[in-house]
């Protein structure tokens, strides 16, 4: 199969339909005359995964609205509403994953995967190890609480401690460090971080964080106007992926990831791709339902939009912190 096209515009997917193949055709270690069913494409990016991950949640049965966000590198978004099934894909970037980020790692040992502010940052480190970086998680609850507590405004910029608030904590003020960009946030001090030297979170991680969260809230917000929603509409919105299960809700709001909706209607469906997968292995029904759910989602490539710079651009910005309350902090040990 020829997959040239879909490395250019307009991301002509390779096939549509679903695809069965000879396992002997594919090199599997499994019997020869077994078979694998590969799931039909909605369209560009939004390939099989997708699919799956409706077969599993049953998305369009849901009370409408209901959405279906899938946060990775791409990020997927399915929107039911009134019969409907809209579907997009975005380049949120590797941020999530930990690229592009100066002390960005995968979610492994020595890994901060949670972070708290009250007299000082607390924080939560996988395998209860010496901090090395930050995962996913972590990059959303930092910037999150640092948006909180006043240290990073609303333009995504590490204010100089003299413009935060006056009550700010002697502890925190120690971790500003001035920088070639403004200034960096000490996420661990050189005793207490892995390498032994300050672990710093920087102006420009909180740009790359801003890039990729963006690219998801205008994905989301454009299926939502092409229905005439707002995000308060939203009666469900399933969260997937394994990283998906580790993002605090309430902190993914506030930096403008998920829309500002009650946590409550925020689950956690954990890898829908793979459920989805098994369903079909599993059952023809499955497999026929695929296919003719598949035909009936409509795919909004936003590379064609008019909207998107607009929207892109407006959701760099983070939400005004007059417009989300304080939230208590929980579930970090230390």
């Not at 019997?31 to 998305?59: C, W």
């Not at 279906?68 to 978004?77: A, C, F, K, P, R």
């Not at 509409?233 to 998906?244: H, K, S």
């Amino acid at each position: 199969i020829d997959s040239r096209m879909l490395g250019e515009l307009p991301f002509t997917p390779a096939f549509s339909g679903a695809l069965v193949l000879r396992a002997a055709d594919l090199g599997l270690n499994m019997h020869p005359s077994g078979r694998a069913f590969v799931f039909p494409q909605v369209g560009g990016f939004v390939g099989g995964d997708t699919v799956a991950g409706i077969v599993a949640t049953r998305l369009e049965r849901m009370p409408d609205p209901s959405m279906l966000v899938d946060i990775g590198t791409n990020g997927e978004i399915v929107l039911s509403h009134a019969g409907r099934l809209l579907a997009t894909s975005v380049a949120a970037g590797p941020a999530f994953e930990g690229a592009r980020i100066s002390c960005g790692m995968r979610a492994v040992a020595g890994a901060v995967e949670k972070a708290v502010i009250a007299d000082d940052l607390r924080l939560n480190v996988i395998a209860d190890s010496a901090p090395a970086g930050l995962c996913g998680s972590g990059l959303i609850d930092l910037a999150a609480e640092l948006l909180r507590v006043g240290v990073i405004d609303e333009t995504g910029r590490i204010l100089p401690p003299e413009e935060w608030p006056a009550d700010t904590p002697p502890a925190l003020r120690r971790r500003w460090r001035a920088s070639g960009e403004g200034g960096d946030f000490v996420l661990a001090f050189a005793d207490e971080a892995a390498a032994g030297v300050d672990l710093l979170f920087t102006q420009r991680d909180v740009r790359e964080l801003q890039l990729a969260s963006a690219a998801v809230r205008a994905g989301i917000n454009i299926l939502l106007k092409m229905h005439d929603l707002s995000p308060a509409d939203l009666q469900t919105v399933l969260l997937a992926g394994g990283f998906g299960n580790f993002i605090r809700r309430n902190h993914a709001r506030r930096i403008g990831l998920l829309p500002p909706v009650p946590c409550e209607r925020i689950r956690f469906v954990g890898n829908t791709s793979a459920m989805g997968a098994r369903m079909a292995l599993l059952s023809r029904r499955e497999r026929g339902y695929a296919a003719e759910v598949c035909g009936r989602v409509e795919h909004v490539d936003l590379s064609l939009s008019a909207d998107f710079q607009l929207e892109f651009s407006t959701a760099m910005i983070f939400p005004a912190r007059g417009d989300w309350p304080d939230q208590p902090a929980e579930g970090v040990s230390k």
